[in-house]
């Protein structure tokens, strides 16, 4: 048993309020992602919570049953023969308790990330949404428009991506209602100077990724997402070639919305329990490989395994390790970790780690009560008994409640310590620890993580279109991506933090737009031109009559006289306030603007 004692800290993941992602603050994890979050992204991490395991695996509060299948020996007269199930397909597995265990995965080297060159922040964007993308979404939000009102909304490839920059700058800059970003009183000049509040709804109730009439009936029942189904392909295609190590984390996220949705789910005792439930594939330090949006019973119907058997949590597992390359080491949690999927995964030389239920388990251990008269970190291990079989163990563990896991890689040696806090003794101990459990809080936790760090700036306007909140969601994905790469490829003390990354990839996409629009020679792709609203001036400099003169401006169309209850148009402005005012006979709304 090691005698090193652990630096890991715990910490509690906002993604996850009920299910706790333990990660190795001071030990040799990610350290500096969390050095990296300014002071408002850490206000949800604590540094003195306890590790607690009930909040990890299922209590051991019920007991295996055996079925026996009922068989009748009478016979009144000859039936015909009924189909039977096969069941050679189902595979029994045998264990014995031991100490020892002999991993082949242990022999594998640890996959090195291939070399990435060194990118701004917007060139790593346009490997998610590029310029192509933007023109498509322009010209289908256009025939949506055209469709349902009989003429184009005229928007561009520049307004478009203007759209997104904003997007992602009000995550930055949180107000309570989109309206405020245009209002007097709040104004933000970024947001406002670049386009108009009418124009920003327009785009936002009419923004479409696909045509309708592209899709049959037959497609549309066989895939709900279908109305975001390109752009969701286009960020997954691009999360796919993201550099990853060895070690993989499967888990679940939320994207929250409460309104009408045909793939919407409810999930519990969760941060956000109403919304689409999406299966993510990740690396320990939050970036995104792969995801499977979970649209219903069908969802992974195509992915079981060998004897038949599967269900949401085993079908997630093979659909998102499909592209995984031998020798990665997976990690997940009790909803998804089965013995037979270990088993499944380990004849694809990929290991699998994970806390287990007491249902899934085909062994009995010591009873709790037994274990907790032990010393504290009391545990025990069962490993296949058959050499030929794929080399499994299972754990029990002893904290302030018994965790299960199961493991095609780890066992309980090498053993460390770890410091708890006893309530009793009001002081802190040093409890023995399985390798399996350290190496899964060292690596579990990166979905969670993904989840933290896109809520601090996410983009929270309400809306009634659930493919805006997907597509939403999912530019936070990569623009997080993009950070997490940025911060891989910069390893020195200047590094920008999260916000300011943010906001800067905003203003470069705000900017890369007026470029594009400035050197379009095409008149079809220039943006329409609108008139600033010049903020009325105060009562003060109004009643200064000597430097107020009206002057009449050469104008294609009139503008609206700014005097409060004229409804009328003029040529003619002050100098000073800079405002149009009308100078007729009949209502000389001039002078009455400055009396």
Known sequence: MAASTSKCETSNLPGNSSKKRYLSLNGDGDNNLLAQLDESDLEYLSSEDEYNPEQDVASQNTSDEDYDADTDDDVAEPQPPTKKKDA????????????????????????????????????????????DTFKTIADLTNQYHAQNHGKSLCTTMSEIKKFFGMSLIMGCINMKRLRMYWSKKTRVPIIANSMSRTRFFKIRNNLKVVDNF???????????????????????????QVARGDKVIIDEQMISFTGRCPARQYVPQKPSPTGLKNFVLAIPSGMVLDFDIYQGENTFKDYKLDDGSGGQGVGAVLRLTKDVVQGSHVFCDRFFTTIPLI?????????????????????????????????????????????????ISI??????????????????EPRDECRRWCKKTK????????????????????????????????????????????????????ENNCWLEYRRNNTGSKIMQLYDYRFLLGEQLI?????????????????????????????????????????????????????????????????????????????????????
Not at 219 to 232: I, T
Not at 382 to 388: I, R, T, Y
Not at 552 to 573: D, H, I, P, Y
Request: proline fraction near 5%.
């Open 427 to 478: 002081s802190f101990l040093t409890v023995p620890r399985p390798a399996a459990i350290r190496e899964y809080n060292k690596s579990m936790g990166g979905v969670d993580l993904c989840d933290q760090m896109i809520s601090y700036h996410r983009f929270t306007a309400r809306s009634k279109r659930w493919p805006i909140r997907v597509i939403m969601h999912l530019t936070d994905v990569a």
């Open 511 to 595: 900017d890369d737009a007026w470029d594009s629009s400035s050197s379009s020679d095409d008149p079809d792709d220039t943006p329409r031109q609108y008139r600033q609203v010049v903020p009325l001036p105060t009562q003060k400099s109004q009643e200064k009559g000597a430097k107020h003169l009206p002057m009449a401006m050469r104008l294609k169309n009139s503008a609206r006289c700014r005097r409060e209850g004229c409804k009328f148009k003029t040529s003619v402005k002050c100098v000073h306030c800079d405002v149009f005012l009308c100078t007729v006979p009949d209502r000389n709304c001039f002078l009455d603007f400055h009396n």
């Open 395 to 412: 754990i029990k563990w002893f904290d302030n409640k018994s965790i299960l896991i199961a493991s095609s890689l780890h066992s309980l």
């Open 88 to 131: 050679s397909k189902k595979r029994s597995y045998n264990f014995k308790k031991s100490d020892t265990f002999s991993s082949r995965f242990s022999q594998h080297p640890a996959l090195s990330d291939p070399p990435v060159l060194d990118k701004t922040s917007l060139e790593s964007f346009k490997a998610y949404l590029n310029d």
């Open 214 to 240: 592209s899709v049959n009936e037959h497609e549309k029942k066989a895939d709900r997402l279908w109305k975001v189904r390109p752009f969701v392909e286009q960020i997954r295609t691009a999360c796919t």
């Open 343 to 391: 088993d499944h995964l380990a004849k694809k030389d990929i290991s699998l780690t994970g806390t287990i239920s007491l249902k899934n388990v085909p062994v009995t251990f010591s009873a709790d009560k037994v274990m907790k008269k032990k010393d504290r970190g009391a545990m025990e291990q069962f490993v296949s008994a058959n050499q030929k079989d794929e080399q």
